[in-house]
């Protein structure tokens, strides 16, 4: 056998032409089996779930806190513990309405009410206060005024009533920031005046005088600023009145009062050359 022949052989193997058998891989060991451990014995006492689901269980479970106030009672005192309370809050409106009607300015439901008002409040709940100081007016009062002039040509003339609350009233209106002089000079005079005289417009005290001066030179200075006098006229007296009408009930009230005006004329008041400047005399 030549070396071609001993090589072939040696490549193949006596077993022929594939040579010697490959070697098998090993087989792989098997995956271990998971263990089982066994349950532990069931107490024969114990409580299935119900089928519905699990049963809940602590504080924040519904219906784990019973209820309580009113809502624990049962329906018929529950009905009663709701007229209770209404009867307390009727109560308590009543008395309210009683106390303010009583330190209320009078009006009508105290007139036609007062006996049970005063029934209700006193003495155990009398009020030392009252609801409005002062009293609101129920009354519109007017201040008016008229001039006597005395013309160029010497002829004297007597004015007709220029109403000075009526030209404060409609400057108010128009104004939507009305000054203090427009809305208090005119009546704080008046007021100063009535609170300074009688009935009889007589002098009560030694402020009586001030009170006419200091009401006599705004309605002159008024007068000037209305042109009473006319061109060439100038102002020799003034007279002052007042015009006071009773504020109308409202319609639902029976309640009748007077629609008369009623009127308070003061004397005729010489001007100074000092009341048309407002100055001292």
């Known amino acids: 056998m030549d070396a071609y022949d001993t090589g072939t052989e040696a490549r193949g193997g006596p077993d ?12 792989e060991p ?16 114990a409580r299935e779930p119900d089928a519905s689901g699990p049963v809940a269980s602590g504080p924040g479970a519904p219906g784990a806190d019973a209820r309580t106030g009113v809502a624990a009672l049962s329906p018929r005192y529950q009905i009663g513990a709701a007229l209770a309370l209404a009867v ?10 009683m106390v303010f009607l009583s330190i209320a300015p009078s009006n009508t439901v105290t007139k036609k009410h007062g006996k049970a008002v005063d029934d209700w409040v006193y003495p155990e709940f009398e009020q030392n206060w009252k609801l409005f100081a002062p009293n609101p007016l129920q009354q ?10 005395k013309e160029a040509d010497g002829g004297v003339r007597t004015t ?13 209106d128009a104004n939507p920031v009305p000054s203090h002089t427009q809305q208090n000079e005119l009546r704080r005079a008046w007021d100063f005046f009535l609170a300074t005289h009688d009935g009889n417009n ?21 007068l000037g600023r209305d042109d009473a ?23 639902w009230s029976a ?4 629609d008369k005006p009623m009127y308070r004329v003061l004397p005729w008041w010489p001007v100074s050359a000092a009341d048309h400047t407002g100055g001292a005399e």
């Open 16 to 27: 022929g032409p594939g040579g010697a058998p490959e070697p098998v891989p090993a087989p």
């Open 30 to 45: 098997p995956a271990p089996e998971p263990e089982v451990r066994e349950a532990p014995p069931r107490d024969p006492a």
């Open 88 to 97: 307390v809050a009727v109560t308590v409106c009543v008395h309210i309405g």
């Open 140 to 149: 519109n009062i007017a201040v008016q005024v008229r001039a006597e002039v």
């Open 160 to 172: 007709g009533w220029y109403d000075l609350s009526a030209e404060d009233g409609r400057a108010i």
């Open 202 to 222: 007589r002098a009560t005290g030694m402020r009586g005088t001030l009170s006419e001066s200091y009401l006599r030179r705004i309605v002159v200075m008024r």
């Open 229 to 251: 006098a006319g061109n060439g006229g100038a102002i020799t007296q003034v007279q002052v009145r007042s015009r006071t009408t009773n504020v109308a009930p409202p319609k």
């Open 255 to 258: 309640e009748k009062i007077s």
